[in-house]
């Protein structure tokens, strides 16, 4: 087997998702403790200004400087190499978010046992469906009173529109929680609260959960009803198949408890035997396999320096087919520059390091003095762009106004950087030029009058305007598109792109618009 096969191989890539609070950063913490890239607790830092809207700007610097840290973390785990990339829990932060699982091959998904399903967990699932990412479900806080484990799971196959199959199951709950059983390895793991970072590894095999065994270990009345369960659960789910997991139709079920270090072995082990490796991407021109000897990636995210005298940015970009190798010059597809990395890094857990040469499925990071925008593609000469990194329509609006006409040039530098890293989507209507700034949350607004501030000296106010949706044009026939573009000419504005919207503010205002123009197709994302 070639080299750049067994590296594919190796690697995993993938996001975690959750609602806020429902355990990611302590499943992270975990997963990363199993993986030995790092020895305590704590190490992940929680992030408490993501959980609230405070717009502190203070909290925002420092959730900023902590998502660099963590947006995305390395570990070795047996035979694999794995990178978790980082997600914003906070919905003001869900472009960034769905942008991150434009990189991932598969995630899994944290459900709070007492709350089930929550608004940002079917947000974020929206975006899974919509890319066929396969989804593992870990159950979380099984210590605490929970719902239902089967009415958690049928809440799930409603809500979310995926099909499940528990691969473990829990005996109890809350008070009663005694431990899980593995249906496919037949092993039970009994539950003792542990919240100390210590990897137990004590697995008691059962050939036969009917046998007298299981009584000893914990009772009688839990062993009938382990049994009763058990067995329900293979009447009514089929067999885990592991091609409708891999096409994103059925999320393999686990029950645990982070906080206590429960369940997440088996999860992991799971994940490395199921989970994609690297996978083949779609390209405006072809697909691109994983094992093509010649390097291609996209870049996913960009982060600014939080450093304000050195103005240069983190790009990261997912390495999808051939090896990237440190000074060798690549082909800029967008600008058609050649551009050579001295100082590409990887990054395990907290740490960043200098990396030589990387693969399909990791991440590197590259400092870049304003080349990139995010969907960005590096080849080693083709000309071809990766897609399926769509841009989608905020939900809120406001005009830009500059409120220091002397600082217009920084003004416009800065917005311009901040729309090429993801913070928020621009929009430019001819007419006037007015300047629409859209984001999925105020919070946003916050963060960006301070960055231009701090950054780039220019101030600026946001006003408040009625639009509630972007949605891109295109017509087969151009004369439509030119005579909607006349008729409402106050409601199109043009993408970073050149590419032209029309912004409506109500369900009736598109409908009808769709129905004068019926020729025009008016699309929920910058891409179809
Ligand atoms: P998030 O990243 O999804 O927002 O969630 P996070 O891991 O920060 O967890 C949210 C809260 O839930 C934390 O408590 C955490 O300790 C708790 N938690 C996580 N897993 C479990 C579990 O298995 N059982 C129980 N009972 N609690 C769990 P907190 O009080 O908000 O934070 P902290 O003070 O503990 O840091």
Not at 152 to 160: P, Q, S, V
Not at 321 to 330: D, I, L, P, T
Not at 513 to 524: A, N
């Amino acid at each position: 087997m070639s080299t750049l096969q067994k590296e594919i191989d190796k690697r995993r890539i993938f996001g975690i998702i959750s609602h806020p609070d429902a355990g990611k950063t302590t499943l992270t913490e975990k997963l990363l403790l199993f993986g030995g890239a790092i020895q305590k607790a704590g190490t992940v830092k929680r992030n408490k200004a993501e959980k609230t809207a405070t717009s502190d700007f203070m909290e925002i610097e420092k959730q900023r400087g902590i998502s660099v840290a963590t947006s995305v973390m390395g570990f070795n785990y047996k035979e694999c190499k794995i990178n978790i990339l980082d997600t914003p829990g906070h919905k003001d932060f869900a472009e960034d978010t769905y942008r991150t699982l434009t990189a991932v091959d598969s995630v899994i998904l944290v459900v709070d046992c007492v709350k089930g399903v929550e608004e940002q967990t079917r947000k974020l699932m929206n975006v899974c469906r919509m890319r066929h990412i396969p989804v593992m479900v870990f159950i979380n806080k099984m210590d605490r009173e929970g719902k239902d484990p089967f009415d958690l799971l049928e809440e799930i196959e409603k809500e979310l529109n995926i099909s499940t199959r528990p691969l473990s199951w829990p005996i109890g709950i809350g008070s009663t929680f005694a431990g899980v059983y593995h249906l496919y390895k037949k092993q039970l793991k009994l539950f003792s609260p542990d919240s100390k970072m210590q990897i137990t590894d004590e697995y008691i095999e059962l050939e036969d959960i009917l046998s007298d065994d299981l009584d000893k270990y914990i009772g009688q009345k839990a062993s009938n009803k382990l049994r009763e369960e058990a067995e329900l659960v293979e009447g009514v789910y089929e067999p885990f198949d592991l091609s409708l997991y891999r096409s994103g139709y059925l999320a393999p079920v686990f029950f645990g408890s982070a906080i206590n270090n429960f369940g997440i072995e088996e999860l992991l082990d799971t994940f490395i035997e199921i989970a994609p490796p690297p996978q083949a991407r779609e390209t405006d021109k072809r697909i691109v396999k994983p094992d093509e000897n010649k390097f291609t990636g996209f870049i996913f995210k960009i982060h600014a320096n939080l450093d304000p005298n050195h103005r240069d940015r983190i790009a990261f970009c997912r390495v999808c087919s051939g090896k990237f190798e440190r000074n060798k010059f690549y082909q800029h597809t967008r600008s058609s520059k050649k551009l050579k990395f001295a100082s590409p890094t990887s990054f395990m857990a907290d740490a960043k390091s200098l990396v030589e040469e990387a693969w399909p499925g990791d991440v590197i990071g590259l400092y870049d003095a304003g080349n990139f925008k995010i969907g960005d593609t590096l080849t080693e000469g083709e000309v071809l762009k990766y897609i399926g990194i769509p841009s989608f329509s905020p939900e809120i609006f406001k005009e830009l106004e500059n409120t220091d006409p002397m600082k217009t040039k920084q003004l416009e530098k800065g917005i311009s950087q901040l729309v090429d890293e993801g913070v928020a989507q621009l929009f430019i209507q001819n007419l006037g030029s007015r300047k629409f700034v859209g984001t999925v949350g105020e919070l946003q607004f916050e963060v960006i009058k301070f960055r231009l501030l701090n950054e780039y000296g220019a101030s600026c106010n946001f006003r408040s305007i009625s639009f509630t949706k972007a949605s891109w044009i295109t017509s087969k026939n151009q004369e439509q598109i030119q005579l909607l573009m006349r008729s409402q000419a106050n409601r199109i504005a043009f993408d970073k792109d050149n590419r032209p919207v029309y912004l409506s503010n109500s369900k009736w205002d598109i409908d009808s618009t769709m129905r004068d123009h019926p020729d025009v197709v008016f699309h929920e994302t910058s891409e179809w």
